[in-house]
C-alpha cells in the first residue's frame, strides 16, 4: 500500500512539476523601440515580430525617460511624453492577442548617467508630473513607493554609472544582452547575490548585437504592468539567461 501510495505521489508530482514549467510565460522586460528612443533602431511592429519569432509570450517596452530623449521629441514634456508612449502603442497595436505588450520605462536623473527600470504604472501615469526632472534616485524612492512602482537599476555596472545603496533599489539587472556595451553581467550578479538584491535579466534591446537574449520566465502571464511589478517584488519569477 505504502509503495503503491509513493508511486503515485511521484506521478502527481510529476505532472505538477510538468503543468508547472508548461505555464511558463518568457517576457524580456528591458525592450526599446526607434518611435521612443533616440537610439532605438527597430520600429515597434518589427521588435513584436522579433519576439513572436523567438518564442516570446510578451515583453515590456521600456523606452528612455530622461531630459535629452523628451527634449528631442517635443517643446514641452506633453508633447515629449506622448511620443515617450508612441513606440508601446504602436507594440501594443502590433502584437495582437498572443503576445502581451507591457508599458514601463527606463528612467535618468539629473545627477549621473544611472538608468532605472521601471514598472507599475498605466498611459495616464506619465503626464501626472514630470518624470525627466527627477534630480536623483533619493528623490525618486519615496515617490515610488508611494505609487507602489518597482525599480531596478539597469546595467549598473557599465562605465560611467554610479554606485547607489542597495537600499534604494527593489533589484537589480544582472543580465544586460545590450553587446554595445561592456555591462560586466558577472559582477551586477555577484553583487546583488551580496547584497540580497532581486536580480532581473533582459536584452536591453536597441538592435540585434548577437549577445544572447535576456528574460525572465513567469508563471502566469501578467496583467498589466502593476501585475508584472508586483511579480518582480514577490520574486514570482525565474532568470533566462545569466552570468555568474
Ligand atoms: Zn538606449
Ligand atoms: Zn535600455
Avoid at 503543468?19 to 523601440?33: A, C, E, G, N, Q
Amino acid at each position: 500500500m505504502l509503495i503503491f501510495l509513493k508511486v503515485c505521489y511521484k506521478i502527481v508530482h510529476k505532472y505538477i512539476e510538468e503543468k508547472r514549467i508548461d505555464m511558463s510565460y518568457l517576457f524580456d522586460i528591458h525592450v526599446h523601440t526607434k518611435e521612443s528612443s533616440c537610439c532605438g533602431e527597430v520600429p515597434a511592429a518589427q521588435v513584436v515580430e522579433r519576439y513572436k519569432k523567438l518564442g516570446y509570450d510578451g515583453i515590456c517596452v521600456t523606452d528612455h525617460m530622461n531630459l535629452h530623449n523628451i527634449r528631442k521629441h517635443g517643446s514641452t514634456y506633453e508633447e515629449g511624453a506622448r511620443v515617450f508612449l508612441s513606440g508601446y502603442r504602436a507594440a501594443k497595436a502590433a502584437a495582437g492577442d498572443s503576445f502581451k505588450v507591457l508599458l514601463g520605462m527606463e528612467i535618468r536623473f539629473l545627477d549621473y548617467d544611472n538608468d532605472y527600470l521601471v514598472f507599475g504604472f498605466d498611459e495616464d501615469f506619465i503626464f501626472t508630473r514630470n518624470f525627466a526632472e527627477f534630480s536623483e534616485l533619493e528623490e525618486f524612492r519615496p515617490f515610488a513607493l508611494e505609487n507602489h512602482l518597482t525599480v531596478f537599476q539597469a546595467h549598473p555596472f557599465r562605465n560611467n554609472i554610479a554606485v547607489v545603496s542597495p537600499s534604494l533599489l527593489d533589484g537589480m539587472e544582472v543580465y544586460n544582452g545590450h553587446g554595445g556595451h561592456d555591462s560586466r553581467n558577472d559582477i551586477a550578479y555577484r553583487w546583488a547575490e551580496k547584497y540580497g538584491l532581486r536580480m532581473s535579466s533582459a536584452s536591453d534591446f536597441h538592435r540585434e548585437t548577437g549577445m544572447e537574449p535576456g528574460g525572465i520566465y513567469l508563471d502566469r502571464m501578467p496583467g498589466d504592468s502593476a501585475d508584472l511589478a508586483k511579480m518582480l517584488l514577490n520574486k514570482e519569477y525565474k532568470l533566462k539567461t545569466f552570468v555568474k
